[in-house]
């Protein structure tokens, strides 16, 4: 008879004194190692399991779905002793101790007392909304699962290059489009250029209008010679998001749409709109318009409305941050355009750090920027206009950055060549405050003017960090230095302040892998990605590149609901607004993340 059984804590605390001692004296204790299965769908259930200690994870019959993680003072499978079989896989995630209460004794308390039933019964119905959301994931919106396809673009008017101006345009008109593709010949110094583009060019009403007018081509001018190449595309059968992304990162209007290296249709702005509800394009033309700051305002002030809009429909949060990051670079590249001479947008280059430049950034954080200069160019009035555009931002939402790492400060404006000396200087002094420096130059990532002159100082980076063990061995220890917020026993740690979710989950994984990703001297900015390029390379194992993955969906989706619901920008999570899955599943990803730092201490040798 297990003395230890906590019988204050629902549903156990209603029941009588006599159906308290039965309980306690019908209990066993099972023990389960790592991996054990302890439920196999169809099997009959024949007790009720009380977590002691341990990690159980239930998931769907190919285990391609997970429903839930329990720990201590857990119970499953309720349901299986009603339904007579088990529905879902129990398996122990570590070794762990369980109680059992046989069915019968269950079944008996709970047809004798019905304040214990009632506890079963509305969680049984909570449960089953739950399960129903997992197995049914098209409920993330028909925004996200909408594919390309033959219903939604249109059959694409290809053109011979050597067709005159003239007799397109009657064609464009009698064929109501505003746009063809033009099948470029094989020999075209274009396609000999650039041999990995697709071999097509686009013409529009508006090229045409402009190469007649402004340039004051012949009317019998031969298509190809006009028409824009290379064309944006996208493949049949990719998510229709993507392709909303694609134009608003790029201010197209329409993309072409491929099956292999065949174009077989025209994707058009209007068409995306049309498909599914959104007001993101209507807020990018609101930026491009903007020809004031106030005006910029005004569009930038709408971003927090379209996050909620998102995420209420049931968007992902990676799709989320993939669009508001698209939407930021231009807010900041238009801020950029209002404030610097536009004589000087081609000497110099705005860059992006920290969340911004991984494109992680889903509500407005602090300013994280820097400037990269032509080396040769005097710019006399440079840190007057620095310090208007960090003004100009700070009004856009931006709030000024409590490190000091902005453009209006003269640390983070430096020429090409004095960016790479600084660089070549933090890596070789390798010093705790150098540290941080490399990490949010590492992340850097060009929204305006030059985009080229990021490029070879990254490529520096990269080539200094490559394989360099004992730089990286000090570049990764701000990854281990905060503690996860777990208890002796494995449980989330509770706080009056909430935990802590950047410093405890977020950043040991983002700077971990970024260690990783300078090691191998990978490109990839975003997390995610580089995530996938390091399984890719076989660098992390499969279950553990989507373990960390997953945990840091997580992570990120938790905040942004919490920020959203209690109109803040903090990084605490209050548990209390949490349900009892949401727990379970924090409570794993920060194992997770727990396991990642001990894989990434014993990579980079550290025993500290």
């Not at 081509?217 to 392709?243: M, Y």
Request: a negative charge; hydrophobic letters at 40%.
């Amino acid at each position: 008879m297990p003395d230890k059984f906590n019988m204050q804590s629902p549903p156990f605390d209603r029941l009588t004194e006599k159906q308290q001692h039965q309980l306690r004296s019908s209990l066993d204790v099972a023990y389960y190692r790592d991996k054990d299965i302890i439920l196999q769908p169809g099997q009959p259930c024949q007790h009720l399991n009380i977590l002691i200690k341990g990690a159980v994870e239930e998931r769907s019959i190919d285990t391609s779905e997970i429903y839930a993680h329990y720990a201590n003072d857990d119970m499953f499978d309720v349901r299986a002793l009603f339904e007579g079989e088990v529905r879902h896989q129990y398996i122990a995630l570590e070794d762990t101790l369980s109680y059992l209460l046989p069915k019968a004794v269950f079944i008996e308390l709970y047809e004798a007392n019905g304040q214990f039933a009632a506890y079963f019964d509305n969680n049984l119905k909570n449960r089953q909304v739950l399960i129903e959301a997992a197995q049914q994931q098209q409920n993330l919106a028909e925004f996200i699962l909408t594919k390309v396809d033959q219903s939604i673009y249109h059959p694409p008017m290809i053109l011979k290059p050597e067709q005159p101006l003239n007799e397109v345009t009657l064609q464009l008109k009698e064929s109501g489009v505003d746009s063809a593709l033009v099948r470029l010949s094989d020999n075209d110094d274009r396609l000999s250029s650039s041999p990995n583009e697709l071999p097509y060019a686009i013409v529009t009403r508006t090229n045409m209008l402009h190469a007649v007018m402004l340039e004051n081509q012949a009317l019998d001018t031969e298509i190809g010679k006009i028409a824009t190449f290379p064309v944006l595309h996208i493949d049949d059968g990719d998510f229709l998001f993507n392709a909303m992304i694609t134009m608003t990162r790029n201010k197209m209007k329409r993309v072409m749409v491929c099956d292999g290296k065949d174009a077989v249709g025209m994707l058009d702005m209007t068409q995306i709109l049309s498909a599914f509800s959104t007001h993101s394009h209507v807020l990018t033309l609101s930026i491009a318009r903007a020809s004031s700051v106030e005006e910029l305002a005004l569009a930038s002030n709408k971003q927090r409305q379209l996050v909620e809009s998102l995420l209420g429909n049931g968007i992902r949060t990676r799709f989320i941050m993939e669009l508001i990051a698209a939407v930021n670079e231009q807010i900041i590249e238009k801020a950029f355009e209002l404030v610097v001479p536009p004589a000087l947008h081609d000497h110099c280059c705005l860059i992006v750090l920290g969340s911004e430049g991984r494109g992680e950034q889903i509500l407005k954080t602090d300013q994280d920027n820097a400037l990269i200069i032509k080396d040769g160019l005097e710019w006399e009035n440079c840190q007057s206009v620095m310090d208007e555009l960090t003004h100009t931002l700070q009004q856009l939402g931006y709030p000024l950055c409590p490190g000091d790492v902005m453009v209006n400060n003269p640390k983070w404006v430096k020429t090409q060549q004095q960016w790479k000396d600084t660089v070549s200087r933090w890596i070789q002094g390798a010093k705790p405050e150098h540290v941080m420096d490399l990490a949010i130059i590492a992340d850097a990532h060009a929204v305006a003017g030059n985009r080229d002159l990021l490029t070879s100082v990254s490529e520096h980076l990269h080539g200094l960090m490559k394989n360099k063990m004992l730089v990286l061995q000090e570049f990764t220890r701000p990854a281990l230095q905060f503690s996860i917020p777990l208890t002796l026993f494995g449980n989330v740690k509770r706080n009056k302040e909430g935990l802590d979710i950047k410093r405890g989950g977020i950043f040991p994984i983002v700077h971990g892998i970024r260690t990783l990703s300078l090691e191998y001297a990978l490109s990839e900015k975003n997390t995610f990605d580089r995530i996938d390029e390091l399984q890719a390379k076989r660098i992390l194992e499969p279950e553990t590149a989507d373990n960390l993955s997953e945990a840091l969906k997580l992570f990120f989706k938790l905040r942004l609901s919490q920020q959203l619901s209690q109109r803040h920008n903090s990084n605490n999570i209050e548990l209390k607004q949490l349900d009892r899955t949401e727990r379970d599943l924090l409570r794993h990803s920060l194992h997770v993340v727990k396991k990642f730092k001990q894989l990434l201490g014993y990579h980079y040798q550290i025993r500290d």
